[in-house]
């Protein structure tokens, strides 16, 4: 780990060092003050947290990328250090590639080649498969996880759960599925019962059928449709396609103790503002025009309570 550490932080003083070359061309061309670097370049000599230095080197290559354009058709984007470019046709992507690695290279920078996915239909990217308008579990992530030994401590219980939560856009009521875990996880000892083999197994067989996303377009409406579950709000965000509505992702949160005491039809309103703020974070707070659909008893519960109040 100490080795993995190391060559981050060398990483992060190669991108710097690019910055300052880039910071010097600004300054000879009268253009100062875009970048800080020296900051940057003090943190990174004495950090001693690889998460940190991680986001250092970031925040050092955004600041690069704002030196290249893109090919007109494709779309650059960045996560830390990991890379892609999407486009419409495979002669723009292949173009635009070739274009981002000479301005890396001239950069004094270098690119993993075992990484590196040339111009692919599909490309794995963050742990996921991406391609045209889908993403989808690695079945590689998915076969590790289905692997796992029964849970003993709370540690690996939190492993199981840190796993669980990079796939919970494809299971569907996730807060409720894993609350078990939850639970053994604030218990003083953890006591594995036969229902919490049951309901790890559960789990481990809704990853195996879990099902192909489809990429957000923001752009286009969404839909909502919001439910509530015992102490959980539980929903799924579709778009239309081809007049068919497409699953973009599984969404759940448990309700906090004040609304869990609560009439159903403001149980749904809590959930809904739960989901959509859920959401949102998913694709960067552009969500665009939604329309939010919930069970017909909860209309009817709100119906009721207003006659209510008229008597």
């Known amino acids: 780990m100490r080795r993995e550490d190391e060559k981050q932080k060398v990483q992060a003083k190669v991108l710097v060092a690019a910055l300052k070359e880039v910071q010097r061309q600004e300054q000879a061309s009268g253009e100062v003050g875009k970048l800080e670097i ?26 690069l990328l704002t030196q290249f354009t893109p090919k007109a058709g494709t779309k650059l984007l960045q996560y830390v ?7 419409s046709s495979e002669e723009s992507v292949r173009e635009c590639t070739v274009e981002l690695l ?3 290279g001239d950069k004094g920078l270098k690119v993993s080649k075992s990484k590196l ?24 992530r ?20 840190g796993l669980l939560r990079y796939c919970r856009q494809w299971i569907e009521g996730f807060s ?5 875990l939850y639970e053994r996880l604030n218990s003083d000892r953890v006591k594995w019962t036969e229902q919490n083999e049951l309901d790890f197994q559960k789990l481990k067989e809704v990853l195996m059928t879990a099902p192909v996303l489809t990429l957000p377009d923001v752009n286009k409406e969404f839909q909502l449709f919001v439910d509530v579950s015992g102490q959980t709000a539980q929903g799924v965000l579709t778009q239309e396609w081809a007049s068919k509505r497409k699953p973009i992702g599984f969404l759940s949160k448990i309700l906090d103790p004040v ?43 709100i119906h009721l309570r207003v006659y209510q109040c008229y008597l």
């Not at 869990?260 to 974070?281: D, K, R, S, Y």
Request: glycine share 6%; charged share 25%; proline share 6%.
């Open 38 to 63: 020296n900051p940057i370049h003090i943190i990174i000599e004495n950090s001693e947290d690889p998460i940190q230095v991680k986001h250092l080197i970031g925040q050092a290559l955004e600041h």
């Open 81 to 87: 250090d990991d890379l892609l470019i999407a486009g």
């Open 102 to 104: 000479n301005f890396i």
């Open 117 to 140: 996915q040339f111009t692919e239909p599909e490309v794995k990217y963050l742990g996921h498969w991406l391609s045209q308008g889908k993403k989808k579990l690695d079945p590689e």
């Open 142 to 161: 998915v076969a590790r996880i289905i692997a796992l030994p029964t849970p003993k401590t709370k540690r690996q219980i939190r492993q199981v759960l």
């Open 176 to 180: 409720e599925k894993v609350k078990f």
């Open 259 to 301: 609304s869990q005491g609560w009439p159903t039809c403001l149980q749904a309103i809590v959930a809904v503002a739960l989901l959509v703020e859920e959401w949102e974070e998913r694709i960067d707070g552009k969500s665009g025009k939604a329309i939010y659909y919930i069970p017909a008893k909860v209309v009817m519960g």
